[in-house]
């Protein structure tokens, strides 16, 4: 494949699934910094995932795809950096394009998906994303049973967090 007709695919990928993969980057990171990182990270391994793209799935799976490992991987090796960098509270204004970016009970629940394992984290995301079972089971190579099971459990407990929190005053 040639260089500008990679270029051409990779922006194009980026400009229609930014949200997309800022949701991701979101849900990993912490602070604007490990953002730009993540999501430079995540850039350059679609623009290296480019020429094995086969269409075999639908262009968004493969997004996804490329997205959580690459945020998994970045997470695992970043984590203890991470915990021991200071939060900028600013950080995820810029990842929230649209209007519920200001509702509190939007931050609650990225900071309880934030907390969790990175294919929990995947799960949830693109449940919020609206993928059914069977499409979150191909982006993830889980079994559909799985995912269900799985999903019932994390929603079992972010309602139970969401007591708990409201009781106290979100």
């Known amino acids: 494949m040639k260089p ?12 229609q699934h930014r ?6 980057v979101r849900a990993y990171t912490r602070n604007h910094q490990d953002s730009e990182d993540l999501f430079q990270e995540i850039a350059i391994q679609l ?3 480019i020429p094995t793209y086969k269409g075999f799935c639908a262009e968004t799976t493969w997004i996804y ?16 950096r991470r915990e021991s960098a200071e939060e900028d509270p600013t950080a995820h204004r810029f990842l929230s394009p649209g209007p519920d970016s200001e509702d509190p009970r939007i931050a609650w629940l990225y900071e309880q998906i934030s907390q ?9 995301l693109l449940q919020l ?10 982006i993830l190579g889980l079994k559909e049973s799985a995912v269900g099971a799985r999903l019932t459990r994390l929603k079992q407990g972010l309602t ?3 007591k ?3 009781t106290h005053g979100l």
Do not use: C, M, P
Not at 116 to 124: K, Q, Y
């Open 116 to 124: 969790l394992r990175g294919v929990d984290r995947s799960l949830l």
């Open 129 to 138: 994303e609206g993928h059914s079972y069977s499409e979150i089971g191909d």
């Open 19 to 24: 949200g997309l993969i800022f949701k991701v």
């Open 65 to 80: 795809r490329v997205a959580f490992f690459v945020a998994s991987k970045w997470s695992r090796r970043e984590g203890r």
């Open 164 to 166: 708990e929190t409201t």
């Open 4 to 15: 500008s007709s990679q270029r051409r695919i990779l922006s194009e990928w980026l400009d």
């Open 160 to 162: 139970q967090n969401f």
């Open 47 to 49: 623009w290296q995932s």
